[in-house]
């Protein structure tokens, strides 16, 4: 059983990183993929940025939107995870882009 999972869940900026870690039946997979259509084009296949992992009770794995992906796309990562039992949670979390980050600064009032 998948008992917590330590992430923040607010949307993620191009270039952020952020550390995940899960406690619960270890081991756990990790799974991330990057989404820029809904729904899933026929023939999906995942980029080089979408990883699976494998780790520990406590252990942090890194997450990145990364820059070199996500700078002229919008979209989302989906992160699953999945302990030894075959419990698991899927995350998503929406990639600000840059147009995205200016028009919310700008709504903001910034």
């Known amino acids: 059983m998948i008992r917590e999972i330590n992430f923040q869940l607010e949307p993620m900026e191009i270039g952020e990183i ?36 494998s780790i520990s009770e406590n252990e942090t794995i890194d997450i990145e939107a990364s820059r070199e992906f996500w700078e002229d796309r919008q979209g989302h990562l989906e992160i699953k995870v999945t302990d030894q039992k075959g419990d698991s949670r899927t995350l998503r979390l929406q990639v600000n882009s840059r147009e995205t980050g200016t028009q919310l600064s700008a709504m903001a009032g910034h």
Do not use: I, K, M, T
């Open 18 to 53: 952020r550390s995940l870690s899960v406690s619960g039946d270890a081991p756990f997979q990790v799974g991330v993929s990057c989404f820029v259509r809904e729904p899933r084009p026929p023939g999906y296949r995942p980029c080089p940025h979408c990883v699976v992992r």
